[in-house]
């Protein structure tokens, strides 16, 4: 069974900058692209940022355009997610999430396009 593995978020001031990484076990899975997404609380769970399996093709939400980046390094099957210029705002739980067959009915940013979700791993970003 396929397992996705995030990293441990944490606590950081406005203005600072951390990397989530997520690394996909078995290394046989295959993937057509990872993403992640974020939920704030009492808030639905929101599109950040999916990049292709060959990295290719790269989307972030606008909300974090500029500030954040994802990467991935498919030797290791491990996508990151490098956060910059954090702002209270951006405090969620922050999920990776992968497609292992690709589902025509649904687009890049929408939840239904993953069949596969790390666990969570919470950021706050203190003001």
């Known amino acids: 069974q396929v397992q996705l593995v995030e990293s441990r978020g944490g606590l950081v001031q406005a203005g600072g900058s951390l990397r989530l990484s997520c690394a996909a076990s078995?290394?046989?899975?295959?993937?057509?692209?990872m993403g992640w997404f974020r939920q704030a609380p009492g808030k639905e769970r929101e599109f950040v940022a999916a990049?292709?399996?060959?990295?290719?093709?790269?989307y972030h939400a606008d909300s974090v355009k500029g500030r954040f980046t994802i990467s991935r390094d498919n030797a290791e099957n491990t996508v990151y997610l490098q956060m910059n210029s954090l702002k209270p705002e951006d405090t969620a739980v922050y999920y990776c999430?992968?497609?292992?067959?690709?589902?025509?009915?649904?687009?890049?940013?929408?939840?239904?396009?993953?069949?596969?979700w790390g666990q969570g791993t919470q950021v706050t970003v203190s003001s």
């Open positions: 990049i292709s399996w060959t990295g290719g093709s790269i």
């Open positions: 999430a992968a497609v292992g067959t690709y589902n025509p009915n649904y687009y890049y940013y929408q939840s239904g396009a993953y069949d596969c």
């Open positions: 078995p290394r046989t899975f295959s993937m057509y692209a």
